[in-house]
């Protein structure tokens, strides 16, 4: 592995906490809050069915019609507005979890190029970046709004290294989602796991080149 120059991070779960999510999620479905994950795999599922069929929707908007699916499928009376007051004010206001603004002041330190390419939408990427304290600590934060596809489609990541104009041997995904670091691997791009509770790599996909348990870890294997 050759050192990168450019380091690309995923946002929501790589950097940002989903509990209060959870909490909002759960509450809006009942108390269910082991939901969760088939709510945000469901709104990852047609977001991929979007790209397959050239269509796009934010990523809220889907968020938003994927809770209304799983409320349907328990049974649970959700119309369009409650399905938004429980994801979007929340979403953009999510922590940044404990490692992070440590681990991001010290890759910066060490004189690496930092990035964010997020899914969300251009504002609510923004917002989300500012009142969790991250804005300035990356040179550009990118959203998959500006080429109307999802991640993990390679049009996401070209995106970001034409901007850049970097090769994607010299830039390097992180995330701590194995969906992401697949398209980023399949364009090239270096690529390194934050292992988030709960998050688990794909056997059929190749290895990433670093796999840590956060921030500060990448920071420490990154080392100059």
């Given at each position: 592995m050759s050192r990168p120059t450019v380091l690309i991070?995923?946002?929501?779960?790589?950097l940002l906490d989903l509990t209060p999510l959870k909490t909002s999620v759960?509450?809006?479905?009942?108390g269910r809050e082991d939901l969760l994950p088939l709510w945000f795999s469901t709104m990852l599922h047609y977001s991929l069915v979007e790209n397959s069929i050239d269509q796009y929707h934010s990523f809220g908007d889907i968020g938003v019609a994927a809770l209304q699916?799983?409320?349907?499928?328990?049974?649970?009376?959700?119309?369009?507005?409650?399905?938004?007051?429980?994801?979007?004010?929340?979403?953009?206001?999510l922590p940044a979890h404990p490692d992070v603004i440590e681990g991001l002041r010290e890759l910066k330190r060490q004189g690496y190029r930092l990035v964010s390419?997020?899914?969300?939408s251009t504002a609510g990427a923004e917002a989300q970046l500012q009142n969790?304290?991250?804005?300035?600590?990356?040179?550009?934060?990118?959203?998959v709004e500006a080429?109307?596809?999802?991640?993990?489609?390679?049009?996401?990541?070209?995106?970001?290294?034409?901007?850049?104009?970097?090769?994607?041997?010299?830039?390097?995904?992180?995330?701590?989602?194995?969906?992401?670091l697949a398209g980023a691997d399949h364009v090239g791009l270096q690529t390194a796991f934050?292992?988030?509770?709960?998050?688990?790599?794909?056997?059929?996909?190749?290895?990433?080149?670093?796999?840590?348990?956060d921030l500060?870890?990448?920071?420490k294997r990154l080392a100059r």
């Open positions: 991070f995923d946002v929501n779960e790589t759960g509450s809006t479905l009942n699916m799983v409320a349907d499928r328990e049974g649970i009376s959700l119309s369009p507005e409650q399905a938004r007051e429980a994801i979007v004010p929340v979403i953009r206001s390419l997020t899914n969300s969790a304290g991250l804005t300035d600590l990356f040179e550009k934060r990118y959203s080429v109307r596809k999802f991640k993990p489609d390679g049009a996401t990541y070209r995106m970001v290294l034409d901007d850049l104009g970097v090769a994607a041997s010299d830039a390097m995904m992180v995330a701590a989602h194995a969906w992401d934050i292992s988030r509770p709960g998050a688990s790599l794909y056997p059929n996909a190749n290895k990433p080149d670093v796999i840590v348990d500060r870890e990448l920071a």
